[in-house]
Nanobody, 120 residues
Framework: QVQLVESGGGLVQAGGSLRLSCAAS????????MGWFRQAPGKEREFVAA????????DYTDSVKGRFTISRDNAKNTVSLQMNGLKPEDTAVYYC?????????????WGQGTQVTVSS
């Protein structure tokens, strides 16, 4: 049974930083591309960042480029999202996801999400 468990969310002031982590189990982690998505109240879920199996390729939505960094540790089965320069519009529930295919759209496995709230 695949499990993805996010942690690290919280309340932060604008300009601050948070580091989200996602611990994966029940899958051969190094075979999976990993992604981070977010969903703000009243909005559709949107892609934030992705990282390929070995970590050589990364992709970011334009609104977070230069502020967020995705990384992974295949020895620990974890993927992280370092978020700097946070803005109120980054407020959302953040989800990690896993799929055999690297990309922005199709992900088979999802975590339960962690809330990030950025105050102005």
């Amino acid at each position: 049974q695949v499990q993805l468990v996010e942690s690290g969310g919280g309340l932060v002031q604008a300009g601050g930083s948070l580091r989200l982590s996602c611990a994966a189990s029940g899958l051969t982690f190094s075979n999976y591309a990993m992604g981070w998505f977010r969903q703000a109240p009243g909005k559709e879920r949107e892609f934030v960042a992705a990282i390929s199996w070995g970590g050589r390729r990364t992709d970011y939505t334009d609104s977070v480029k230069g502020r967020f960094t995705i990384s992974r540790d295949n020895a620990k089965n974890t993927v992280s999202l370092q978020m700097n320069g946070l803005k109120p519009e980054d407020t959302a529930v953040y989800y990690c996801a896993a799929d055999l295919t690297y990309g922005r759209r199709k992900y088979d496995y999802w975590g339960q999400g962690t809330q990030v709230t950025v105050s102005s």
